[in-house]
């Protein structure tokens, strides 16, 4: 999950601090409208911070977070491809729901994972990596940026795909079975 995290954050890191900018240089508008949409992104996060508890606790955590991390980086692809001031809004409430999901299902996961004694030095070393990514991530998206902004999506969406083939095969579900929810 460290390794994951630093590979995913690094990735979609790359994008998010330049968003806005090509958007406006994309569509050749004004600041301040592209601005508008980013109400998109956060209402779409909080609307999905509401129900990702409950769908990790009926669906299970693994599926959860391979969906949320293949279906961002799709965003990613699409977002590269966009044309349209409504395409980017769609496409930013969208990046907006589905990381809360990966969100809520890595740290159900963890929990379920690492006894209560641990969890602190564990939630910790995630958070670190997640830093990490955070710091890697828009210095090497400028660099890339600068270039081309496709080439930085698609790399977003790289870290984010890989991070999800890496859970498909690499992790278990962590769910806990009904029977013992029960006791």
């Avoid at 330049?18 to 779409?44: D, H």
């Avoid at 996060?45 to 969906?67: E, H, L, N, Y």
């Avoid at 930013?92 to 809520?104: D, E, I, Q, T």
């Amino acid at each position: 999950m460290f390794f994951g995290m630093l590979i995913s954050t690094t990735g979609s890191s790359m994008i998010w601090p330049f968003q806005m900018i090509y958007i406006t240089e994309k569509l050749n508008v004004e600041l301040a409208v592209v601005t508008m949409l980013v109400p998109f992104q956060s209402l779409a996060g909080i609307t999905s911070s509401f129900i990702a508890g409950p769908i990790i606790d009926r669906t299970g955590r693994k599926g959860v977070m391979i969906f949320a991390l293949v279906m961002h980086g799709l965003t990613f692809v699409l977002l590269s491809q966009a044309t349209t001031l409504w395409q980017f809004g769609v496409l930013l409430a969208m990046v907006g729901s589905f990381n809360p999901l990966y969100r809520s299902a890595s740290d159900a996961m963890m929990a379920d994972l690492v006894p209560p004694k641990d969890r602190v030095d564990a939630y910790s070393l995630l958070r670190m990596s997640n830093n990490l990514g955070v710091a890697i991530g828009p210095a090497v998206g400028g660099f890339i940026a600068t270039q081309s902004y496709t080439v930085a999506c698609l790399l977003a969406a790289a870290g984010m795909v890989t991070y999800g083939l890496m859970m498909t095969f690499l992790a278990r579900e962590t769910l806990p079975s009904k029977t013992s929810q029960a006791v």
